[in-house]
């Protein structure tokens, strides 16, 4: 666990990459997330990502946040869930439609943000967003594996072909029909 002078240090940066505006909040919550990780990673400072699966959202399948310290989070972009601007959350305070919170270690995603960061581009590609997809997938099931765990290990492959139908879906339609959602923003502190 982060002493507290990491644990301060780390709002302090969160507070740089928060997000209190709805409309500017609005599908930005996975790359808010890894913005804040890379740079957190850039000053030293290991982060956890957070998930949420978001059931009967028309708008997202997904949430992401920093595990800030146990059952705490910083959360970027909270607004976009319920309203609230604020920027620290306890994980209980989340609506019941935001289920199955899975932990991650932002390193087996920083290495895809790093290549995807430096080729400069303004919005989350599908290749980035299918090989975080499938390092997360791996993560699962190496995970479940390890401890040994059967129904971790059976809602991994679930997980894993939910992913593979979504991804393919959400390719589809945001690359056929509109621009995605969740875009990079160049102006932000890194």
């Keep these: 666990m982060p002493s507290a002078s990491a644990l301060h240090q780390l709002l302090e940066l969160g507070k740089r990459f928060h997000i209190a505006d709805p409309k500017e909040a609005f599908g930005r919550c996975f790359a808010a997330t890894l913005e804040f990780a890379a740079c957190a990673d850039g000053h030293g400072y290991e982060t956890q990502l957070i998930r949420w699966q978001v059931a009967h959202d028309p708008d997202f399948c997904?949430?992401?946040?920093?595990?800030f310290h146990e059952s705490t989070v910083l959360d970027l972009t909270r607004v976009?869930?319920?309203?609230?601007p604020d920027l620290v959350h306890k994980l209980d305070t989340y609506p019941a439609n935001y289920h199955h919170p899975r932990r991650y270690p932002s390193a087996i995603l920083l290495q895809n943000f790093q290549r995807l960061t430096e080729s400069r581009l303004g919005r989350l590609p599908f290749w980035f967003m299918w090989d975080c997809g499938v390092a997360m997938v791996c993560y699962d099931i190496r995970s479940a594996i390890k401890a040994r765990h059967f129904g971790e290990f059976v809602q991994s492959l679930v997980g894993a072909a939910r992913f593979?139908?979504?991804?393919?879906w959400i390719g589809l339609h945001y690359h056929l029909v509109r621009e995605p959602q969740s875009s990079l923003d160049p102006n932000t502190i890194q």
């Design 80 to 84: 976009q869930v319920d309203g609230n």
């Design 62 to 67: 997904d949430h992401w946040a920093i595990l």
């Design 164 to 168: 593979a139908w979504r991804s393919t």
